[in-house]
């Protein structure tokens, strides 16, 4: 996991020095208050000790679907370490509903299952995963010295549907399901695969069925394909 945070390769820091993640990013801090001088140690110099504090520098930074990709979290993968993030924004909401979802809170479970069809595996492995205590304490020391980028930043701006939650559902009869997201997420909008309460709007074709009952039940707003197109044109 501790290499995910790199994108360039440097001279062996030593486990010594480094044994979790947070670890990385108090290195300079650690080595000072130990007496020890990098650039003293053998495969170091002062060229490349500053490469190596500039990088650590720079990883500070961070979005939100990248660190959940790098932390480890079994089934999570990148694309879907996106949906989780642009679900929650924050990691101070990701951590509050994955710790509300563990103490069996119903909402916050379905909610997370149904992250753009995350599903119930990948959902139990995130409740697992924090329920770890060796993880717990390394992720405690981390997240203090990351600075999370906006989770907006990524957005079109401008659009009738830029940062909104949409779900498709029954037929759609003018373009294909996969080229009615692809439309939506380049003019800003997120596409799930499940109703929930925080999904802002549905498209409903023929045949939506399940779908749009669920949404009448939250009070979502639905919307025909044509209405679609209307408002996206």
Known sequence: ?????YDRKFPDTGERWIE????????????????????????WGERSVQELFSEIERKKTVSLAKLLTAIGIRHLGSKN?????DHYQTWENFKLAVDKAAEGDEEAWEDLVSIGGLG???AKSIIETF?????N???AKLIPELTFTSP?????ENTPVSGK???????????????????????GARVYSAVSKNIDLVIAGPGSGSKSKKANELGITIISEQEWLDLIS
Request: hydrophobic share 40%; glycine share 4%; no cysteine.
């Open 1 to 5: 996991m501790i290499k995910q945070f």
């Open 20 to 43: 979790s993640p947070g670890d990385i990013f108090l290195l300079e801090e650690n080595l000072k208050s130990k007496g020890i001088n990098l650039e003293e140690e053998e495969n």
């Open 81 to 85: 370490s996106q949906l989780v993030a």
């Open 120 to 122: 119930e595996i990948i």
């Open 131 to 135: 329920q770890n205590q060796v993880f």
């Open 137 to 139: 304490e390394w992720i």
């Open 152 to 156: 907006q930043s990524d957005l079109t």
């Open 165 to 187: 939650s949409l779900v498709f559902t029954g037929k759609l009869e003018q373009m294909t399901r996969k080229e009615a997201q692809v439309k939506a997420e380049s003019l």
